[in-house]
Structures are given as C-alpha cells and as structure tokens.
C-alpha cells in the first residue's frame, strides 16, 4: 500500500452561496441547493488521491460510521473509488454529521456532531499499519478521536515500525486539550495546520512563532496554512512563505484535505527510492510539493462539496498558469537558518 488513510468519516450537509444567515423564525431559500457530500479528513484525503492519479490498489483508509444509512453513504462513495476499506459499525454512536452554512464572501459555518469518530479503536489501526504497511500513514482531525487520541504516540510508534512517513493533520480537541500531540510531535515527518490551531496548541499568537514551536517540538516538515495569503512552512532548516493560487471560491469546505493529498501526492512522486525521509528532499523539492497541495486545495474551492472539483485536470493547469509565479515568490522569501 502506498497510503493509508485513519481519522474522521462524516456525512456533510452544505449549504452554499447564501445571501446571509436566517434571522430567527425566518425561512431563507439556497440559491443552490441542500446536498448531501462525504466529508471527514480521512475520507476526503483517500478520495482526492484517487482523483489526483493513485491507484485503487494504492490507496486504504480506516475509520468508523454508525449502523445507519449515513454510515451505508460513506462505505457506498468509497466503494466507488475502489478504496480499500477498513470501516468499523458501532453501536456506541451514529455516523458523524456536518452542517455547513457558506454566505457568499464569507469562511464556513460548521455545526458538527463527532458522532461515531469517536470511537475509533487504536488497536484496529495498529492491525492495519502491521498488515499494509504504507508507504505513508495519514492522519486526520486528530483531537475528536476519544482513545486514538490517547494513544496517538503509540499508533505512530507503530507506524514508524512499520517505516512508514507519518503526516498528521489535526483539529481543535474535542473533550480535551493538545497534549496528546506534544509527545506524538517527536514521531511526525508532516504536521499540517491553519494558524487557529497553530496558536491555539501552542498559546502562541503570532503563527509564524507558533510553526517555529512545532518544529522545535519535532515536526520534520511544519506546515501552516493561512487561508487566502497562503502558507507558511519549515524543513530542513528553511522557512518557506509561499502566496495562495487565486481562484473563485464556491465552497471552501474540503480545502484543508485536499492541501494534504496534493501534498502527499507529491511527495509520493518525490520520495527517492521510496525512501520516506524528509531530510532527503532538496529545497526545490519541498516548495515543489508545497505547491502540488496549494494547487489541489485551489482546485477544491471551485466547487460545491468536499471532493467534488479536486481533479489531475484541475491541478495540473492551475501550476501551468500560477505555479512559475508562486515558485519564484516563494523561492524568493525562502530564509535558511544557520
């Protein structure tokens, strides 16, 4: 397996290009319609690496979903991707739900329910990491995933036996703070954020402080997204700044999860010899790879839904027509520490 895929599967109810929020007791129609999308980190990562160019046979993801049609949904969208799937029913919880609410010109509102994510057994996953052993383990929205959170350090120890790159994309906890990504940081090659949760695990306000932090703390390849301006990242001793591709945006739901499969993508691309190390990879390397998951993110937005406008197609002709521009940029504000 090249990718293996663990964290939250949710079914997303969005709401898009509305003139503003209802006021109470008012009914506002959705100039574009209510639809029902997959969503959840580890979902949208393994579909948007099918879509980018991997393989059926390469690409697995672990999670759990209610014994309820929203849990059928999610395992039926997989299925038809040829995702392998090692999806757990509960009885503990249903399947975890989204409502999104995007006003036109404005982020998202999310209204969540954790749902059956919560119960993602860790010892399942360790099981899988043993049997597949990925070229790259994924996971996703770490902080609302009850004792996988607790044994985050153990599950990546595990991975790394397994010689995998680890790449974690958490979220705010739920029901408990970020200490469980203190010890775990020691065992991440990619850690990607936004600069909310940057600051908010580090209690440092200034985000470039904060990506600083998670790097000290062992993040090999720190990433911080930082929306419309782009993103900030260090590796290897660098500081990259690289602006944002500029396009018109739909939906922004998704936007995160596809930033990591271009980035994953790339770095499947990248990796010398399969050998998943990020201290091998050069500069233009990595800012190449930065760019692939800028590009992909772009691409999402363009459309309603998590998945939906993430294609090979779509990325490949944002790099043509932005990507010489960003690179230089960003190969412009690279600042190499001594």
Request: net charge negative; with cysteine; hydrophobic share 40%.
């Amino acid at each position: 397996m090249l990718v293996t895929c663990a964290g939250i599967m949710v079914a997303d109810t969005i709401v898009t290009d509305l003139p503003r929020v209802c006021r109470p007791s008012e009914v506002l129609f959705a100039p574009r319609g209510i639809s029902l999308h997959i969503g959840g980190h580890a979902a949208n990562v393994s579909i948007d690496l099918i879509k980018l160019g991997l393989k059926r046979n390469e690409v697995s993801t672990v999670g759990t979903v209610g014994k309820d049609p929203y849990g059928e949904f999610i395992e039926s969208i997989l299925a038809e991707y040829g995702i392998s799937t090692h999806i757990k029913k509960v009885d503990e919880a249903g399947t975890a739900k989204s409502v999104i609410l995007v006003v036109k010109g404005e982020d998202r509102r999310v209204y969540h329910d954790v749902g059956a994510n919560y119960f993602l057994n860790p010892d399942y996953v360790k099981a899988v990491l043993r049997e597949e052993r990925p070229l790259i383990f994924y996971v996703g929205a770490t902080g609302l995933l009850g004792k996988f959170d607790e044994k985050l350090h153990e599950i990546l120890k595990e991975a790394k036996a397994q010689k995998c790159l680890t790449f974690v994309d958490p979220v705010t906890p739920y029901q408990h703070g970020w200490e469980h990504l203190r010890e775990a940081l020691k065992l991440v090659d990619v850690f990607h954020c936004n600069d909310f949760e940057a600051s908010d695990m580090t209690g440092i306000t200034d985000f470039r402080d904060a990506l600083r932090t998670i790097s000290k703390e062992g993040a090999k390849l720190a990433i911080v997204s930082i929306g419309e301006k782009g993103l900030v990242a260090t590796a290897n001793k660098t500081v990259f700044e690289m602006p944002a591709f500029k396009v018109p945006v739909v939906d922004p739901t998704g936007a995160g999860d596809a930033f990591c499969a271009g980035t994953i993508h790339a770095l499947v691309e990248k990796m010398t010899d399969k050998l998943p190390y990020i201290s091998k990879l050069s500069t233009d390397n990595i800012v190449d790879i930065l760019l692939h998951g800028e590009a992909a993110g772009a691409a999402c937005v363009t459309g309603v839904g998590t998945t939906t406008s993430v294609s090979a197609q779509k990325v490949n002709e944002l790099m043509l027509q932005q990507g010489p521009t960003i690179r230089k940029r960003a190969l412009r504000n690279m600042v190499v520490s001594e």
